[in-house]
């Protein structure tokens, strides 16, 4: 029995969480899923899912199975299509980490644009402020905002975001509009940092292309581009953040510019991917696109 064949079944079953459905899925009868499993566990020696009336579930072995299978049977798809130049036709799953607030404003409105071109690719986004890890959770590409200290992996700068400062409405009503830095003694930051703990950097600021940092009061610290965005339309403070992401709210008055003449340095946009001799096609292809969109956004 094809051994690719039995991890294909396993896989769909594991993700459907049913054998009906994942035969519907597979077009096979419900009998040949179940003996493909089985005969998956027989070789194996061990037990992949837990059955119940309900649902089935993959026990703690199939959960390892799982994940290993999904990365094999991608690279058996990209070895399939290797030789094929037609790129409506690449198959198999590709893995990217982003910012959040990236994701959400450029990346998923135009993401129909490439799912189009290319049907039959399976994309797993993930959309965090945390760093992931690039090769140990085994994304194919991440894209990362600021300097980029990692060596172990090749690093495609994309773009240069244009920072600005924002207030809200609201805010700059209570506090007042500044005019100088001086003024922002008597006004408040929210302060964002990677981690919980870590000392916030205050107001960033530069001049004469040297960076000035000024420390700053403020009652609120976050770390996510969610809760920054939120903590300043809600008027707890300044933000310093990409003119690309906050585009939305200047533009309909949810947010002001603060003191032009102080901006953030521009903030770096990067490409990263793991260094290896055939970047497969199907990654090479989202990578272009995906540098294309960014760009058109900065």
Known sequence: ???????RTFVRVSEMSSF???GESLGLPRSTVSE???????LLGTRLLQRTTRKVQAT?????????????????????????????????????????????????PRLPEFTARHPLLELEISSTDRRVDLLGEGFDCVVRVGAQPDQSVVARHLCDFAMVNCASPGYVQRYG????????????????VGVLGARSEGFV????????????????TVNSTDA?????????????????????????????????????????????????????LRVRAFMDWLGQVVQSAS
């Open 20 to 22: 009906t459905l994942a």
């Open 228 to 280: 920054y965005e939120s903590a300043c339309l809600g008027g707890f403070g300044l933000i310093q953040a990409p003119r690309m992401g906050m585009r939305k709210h200047l533009l309909g008055g949810e947010l002001v510019e603060v003191l032009p003449q102080f901006n953030a340095p521009s903030m770096e946009v990067s490409l990263l991917y793991a260094r290896q001799r055939h970047l497969p």
């Open 60 to 108: 703690q072995d199939g959960l390892v199975l799982y994940e290993r299978s999904k990365d094999l049977l991608s690279h058996m798809d990209e070895i399939e299509g290797l030789f094929r130049q037609d790129e409506a036709t690449l198959l198999g799953r590709i893995r990217v980490d982003m910012p959040n607030i990236l994701a959400r404003r450029v990346v998923m």
């Open 177 to 192: 509009m500044p005019q100088t830095l001086e003024d922002l003694a008597q006004h408040r930051l929210v302060h964002y």
């Open 1 to 7: 029995m094809n051994k690719l064949e039995l991890l």
């Open 205 to 220: 600021y530069e001049v004469d292309g040297k960076v000035q940092r000024l420390p700053m009061a403020g009652s609120i």
């Open 36 to 42: 493909h499993v089985q005969a998956l566990e027989a």
